[in-house]
């Protein structure tokens, strides 16, 4: 997959805040639903194999980028509240 197409998928789902669809995700990288659907399932795969703090996570029928679930949720509370 070109890594183009995903930078562009990746920064959807970043940007939306909510869950995208293939479709909506197809509209916006220009490619076809069932590519961008594999490009988000690339992404999701990559998320999953390094330690990061964020996933990517299929919700119904769309992708959401969300922080990932391993304590980090109960982290950003605490953050959230010192920066207050």
Avoid: Q, W
């Avoid at 183009?4 to 490619?31: D, H, N, Q, Y």
């Avoid at 996570?57 to 949720?73: F, T």
């Amino acid at each position: 997959m070109d890594s183009s197409a995903k930078a562009v998928i990746e920064a959807a789902l970043f940007a939306a805040g909510r869950t995208l669809t293939p479709r909506e995700l197809a509209e916006i990288s220009g490619l076809s639903p069932e590519m961008a659907e594999e490009a988000v399932r690339e992404l999701a795969r990559e998320y999953a194999g390094r330690s990061s703090g964020i996933e990517i996570k299929s919700i119904g029928e769309g992708y959401v980028k969300e922080l990932e679930k391993r304590g980090i949720r109960s982290h950003s509370a605490t953050i959230m509240k010192s920066s207050l």
